[in-house]
């Protein structure tokens, strides 16, 4: 039993079938990629995995209970914390001040961009964010305004802001996409070191494959909506039907 169980989820947008009873297990303390092909499910999979969607057919339980229809905040309150494709981080501030937002909600349970001004004031979250930025290396940018960070240090910012919430699972989804390849070396050692630290479970959606085999336990191969494959790295390489899928030809 994981700690992320999916069971016969599926869900369709119009004609298209986006997902097909699709069964995954996340076992807890691990990093389990999901990959496939463009088109083959897996960012609406992400999407039911933190109630964004909520599927046709199937549930998906986290710790037991059901993440289906919770608003993201209690989505949050589950221990569950995703990074987008995109960093979501409020580029007119300074580095140090988004670290402190969520640091903020983690301690009141809430919060508005209205309030920030109160935010800033508060020494005890000025405190853990000062703590969490030098655990992420980033202590020499507080002062720096987010929007002047390379790709690689806003991506670095965005996951410290997640982990500032003590989240059980980390969604991941695409954390390398446009980056250069130093950042991506770079981050890849950042997730390592988080693995190895922190009691956490880790779910990433990726299409590099450098990324993906440098970092997961497991792997769930999509194609067209349906899971493929689930095996462990070494015997997911050599695949014929992740090749099939990949490739569109039989090898």
């Known amino acids: 039993?994981?700690?992320?169980?999916?069971?016969?989820?599926g869900k369709r947008f119009g004609g298209l079938q986006a997902l097909?009873?699709?069964?995954?297990?996340?076992k807890e303390n691990t990093v389990h990629a999901i990959i496939g092909p463009n088109g083959a499910g897996k960012s609406t999979l992400l999407n039911c995995l933190v109630g964004k969607l909520i599927p046709d057919?199937?549930?998906?339980?986290?710790?037991?209970?059901?993440?289906?229809?919770?608003?993201?905040?209690?989505?949050n309150q589950m221990g569950i914390s995703r990074v987008f494709q995109t960093p979501e981080i409020f580029g007119d501030l300074t580095v140090l001040e988004n670290m402190m937002i969520p640091c903020f909600a983690k301690r009141d349970g809430a919060f508005s961009l209205n309030a920030i001004s109160s935010v800033l004031g508060q020494k005890d979250v000025l405190e853990t964010a000062e703590k969490m930025l030098e655990e992420m290396n980033m202590a020499d940018k507080r002062h720096m305004h987010a929007a002047a960070m390379s790709r690689g240090d806003k991506r670095r910012l965005e996951i410290g802001m997640c982990l500032s919430q003590e989240p059980r699972l980390l969604l991941l989804d695409e954390p390398?996409?446009?980056?250069?390849?130093?950042?991506?070396?770079?981050?890849?050692?950042?997730?390592k070191e988080i693995k190895e630290q922190r009691d956490i479970t880790i779910a990433i959606i990726e299409h590099?494959?450098?990324?993906?085999?440098?970092?997961?336990?497991?792997?769930?191969?999509?194609?067209?909506?349906?899971?493929?494959?689930?095996?462990?790295?070494?015997?997911?390489?050599?695949?014929?039907?992740?090749?099939?899928?990949?490739?569109?030809?039989?090898?």
């Open 1 to 9: 039993m994981g700690i992320l169980e999916v069971k016969n989820v």
């Open 20 to 26: 097909g009873d699709v069964n995954l297990s996340v």
């Open 57 to 75: 057919t199937g549930s998906v339980m986290f710790d037991g209970q059901s993440v289906l229809g919770r608003k993201p905040f209690e989505i």
């Open 176 to 191: 390398t996409a446009g980056m250069a390849r130093a950042d991506t070396n770079n981050t890849i050692d950042l997730l």
């Open 208 to 251: 590099d494959m450098h990324v993906v085999f440098s970092l997961a336990d497991r792997i769930t191969v999509l194609a067209q909506g349906t899971p493929l494959v689930e095996d462990e790295p070494q015997n997911i390489r050599g695949n014929p039907k992740v090749r099939e899928a990949y490739l569109g030809e039989s090898a």
